[in-house]
Structure formats: structure tokens, C-alpha cells
């Protein structure tokens, strides 16, 4: 079975720059997350999708963030701009049974912003 | 031993030792826990979670023990090996919206 995939693996821009990530759940997992993994710290829920719907996105700092789920499947998480303080690996999981379940994490983005 | 969101912990044992991490958890109202090991450069892997209506739940060789009286969670690995060497999640939900990672232990197995 295909895990989680996400691209890029790296990505460096300069403050104030608009960067995407891209994610590919596992088939047939209805439920999808992104965190924010700052270095030394443990994942920070950012949103949660069910099907294509946000299920919720109350840690998303909406002002710079966004993010979508067209056609209940693949995912982007889009900055812009963005701060130095986005520097961080940008994680995408997927699950069966929502959030109190086993979820799959893919390998992140690790994103510098300078 | 581990809080939710403060500095990061490590550990040291030796290969075939049994190995306990902690993790103290703040919400009263989580009911659902759940342990994650992360390596270099991956993304989080499952190792096992527990309800709160539970004490203990054991997987192949890890046990995770529940304390809700005195919030706390553990983490334990028996006959540890090279290949547990990694950062240690533990992380708390009161519900099916909201799930609180703590900073992580960092686990280094000797050989």
C-alpha cells in the first residue's frame, strides 16, 4: 500500500514570498490533516479535512494560510506571504476514522524562509 | 519526563534494556491518547494509543500505561533496540476536532 505523499521535500524563499505544498493521502482515507513541525517541537494540528469539507481549521493562522481539498482527494497548504517564522517541516497525514484514530503521516516539506 | 509543549527530553539506554518514557498531559477532558516515534528526516509513525477507559493497552513490545488521576502517560519499550533510537511523540485529544502533541523524548539506544 502507497503511503502519504507530499512534495516538495525542501523549499527555500525569502520573507514575504507566496509558497504551495502539495499532498496525496492514501486511497480511500477520508480524513486529512496538515500540522506545522517547528524544530524541537511536536506537530501543531493547522486543519483537518473530511472528504473535501474543513472539518476544522481553528490553529490555521488564516490571515497568511490556506488550504484545499478539490475533489476529496489530493491537498495544497499555501503561505503568503510568508514570515520567518514559518520556517518549519510542513507534515501531511491521512486516517480511516478521524482524528482519535491511527493516522499516516507523509515525510514533509521542510520549509526555510529567509 | 515529557509535558505537552515544553523542551525536549532526551534518553539514553542501553541496547536490550527496557526503556520508559513519560508524558504528563494537561486537558482533564482528553480521552484519547496516542504515541508516536519519529526519525530523521520521516514523518511520525503509530506505535499505540489507549481510550481513557482504559489503564493499560500493550502492543508487541511496548505497553502504554494511563494515569488520569494524576494526568500521566507512559510510554514503555521492552528489550530496547538500535532501531527504537528516535524522538518519542506522545499526544492527547479530548475530542474528535482537537489533538495536542507534546515536544517529544528523545530515545538513544547504546549498543
Known amino acids: 500500500e502507497a503511503g502519504v505523499a507530499q512534495s516538495p521535500r525542501y523549499k527555500i524563499i525569502e520573507k514575504r514570498q507566496s509558497v504551495a505544498f502539495w499532498c496525496n493521502p492514501i486511497?480511500?482515507?477520508?480524513?486529512l490533516y496538515w500540522y506545522q513541525q517547528i524544530l524541537g517541537q511536536g506537530p501543531k494540528l493547522l486543519i483537518q479535512?473530511?472528504?473535501?469539507?474543513?472539518?476544522?481549521d481553528s490553529q490555521l493562522p488564516k490571515d497568511r494560510f490556506s488550504a484545499e481539498r478539490l475533489k476529496g482527494v489530493d491537498s495544497t497548504l499555501k503561505i503568503q506571504p510568508a514570515k520567518l517564522e514559518d520556517s518549519a517541516v510542513y507534515l501531511c497525514?491521512?486516517?480511516?476514522?478521524?482524528?482519535?484514530?491511527?493516522?499516516?503521516f507523509g515525510p514533509g516539506t521542510r520549509l526555510t524562509v529567509l | 519526563g515529557e509535558s505537552v509543549g515544553l523542551h525536549l527530553p532526551t534518553l539514553s539506554v542501553q541496547e536490550g534494556d527496557n526503556s520508559i518514557i513519560n508524558c504528563a498531559y494537561s486537558?482533564?477532558?482528553?480521552?484519547?491518547f496516542i504515541w508516536y516515534k519519529q526519525e530523521s528526516g520521516k514523518g511520525p509513525q503509530f506505535i499505540i494509543d489507549?481510550?481513557?477507559?482504559?489503564d493499560k493497552r500493550q502492543g508487541q513490545r511496548v505497553t502504554v500505561l494511563l494515569n488520569k488521576t494524576v494526568k500521566h502517560l507512559s510510554l514503555q519499550i521492552a528489550a530496547t533496540q538500535p532501531g527504537d533510537s528516535a524522538v518519542y511523540f506522545c499526544?492527547?485529544?479530548?475530542?474528535?476536532?482537537?489533538?495536542?502533541f507534546g515536544a517529544g523524548t528523545r530515545l538513544t539506544v547504546k549498543p
Open positions: 497525514a491521512s486516517s480511516l476514522r478521524g482524528l482519535q484514530s491511527e493516522q499516516f
Open positions: 486511497s480511500g482515507h477520508a480524513t
Open positions: 479535512f473530511q472528504n473535501n469539507g474543513v472539518v476544522d
Open positions: 486537558n482533564s477532558a482528553s480521552d484519547y
Open positions: 489507549i481510550r481513557s477507559n482504559m
Open positions: 499526544a492527547e485529544s479530548p475530542d474528535n476536532n482537537d489533538m495536542r
